[in-house]
């Protein structure tokens, strides 16, 4: 249960300083959108870095869970 703790309080702490993303105004400009789009581009989008950090915490309890086993 301690472990569930921690890894909420980490993830609490990581988005606290992450901070809001602001846009400054007017510096951003619309750009016309694309009506074709060839077959084989396919857009993929970029994990965000709350999965990253997830994926990674994961991880790092998975391996440490396999060494206590070993």
Known sequence: MK???MFV????????LSGPVEAKKNKV????AKT????????VPEPSSALL??????GAAGW?????KI
Not at 53 to 58: D, N, T
Not at 64 to 68: L, S
Request: positive net charge.
């Open 3 to 5: 472990k569930v703790w």
């Open 9 to 16: 309080l980490a993830l609490l702490v990581f988005f606290g």
């Open 29 to 32: 400009k619309p750009r016309k």
């Open 36 to 43: 074709e789009m060839p077959a084989d581009v396919v857009p």
């Open 53 to 58: 950090l997830l994926s990674g915490l994961l």
């Open 64 to 68: 440490r869970r396999r060494a206590k």
